[in-house]
């Protein structure tokens, strides 16, 4: 049974608007970064050893950090060289 016949009786959700879309689109570069800033501050409060480590370390602690909508590939988790740009308080 496909999941569009099981869901056959739901509503359908609202499309997202061209201005919402628009906006959505433009703030992309800005996002990563600020997920990746929460991510960095979320792991140094809960494992504060983590600040004298290195970068590789730190980043690949961050996997278990970022939420759930951050696709896992390419566009994923914060890369080393972001990681090192944001602690170093530099745009990535």
Partial sequence: MSESY??????PHR???VDEMR???E???ERPRDDGIAAI????????EYRGRRVGQITA?????VGPDIPR???GA???REVEAILDGHAA
């Fill in 23 to 25: 906006e959505d689109r």
């Fill in 27 to 29: 703030s992309y570069p």
């Fill in 61 to 65: 602690r961050l996997v278990h950090y």
């Fill in 73 to 75: 590939g390419q566009d």
């Fill in 6 to 11: 099981r869901r056959r009786g739901e509503k």
């Fill in 41 to 48: 501050a979320a792991l140094f409060r809960e494992r504060p």
């Fill in 78 to 80: 914060p890369k080393d």
């Fill in 15 to 17: 499309a997202p608007s």
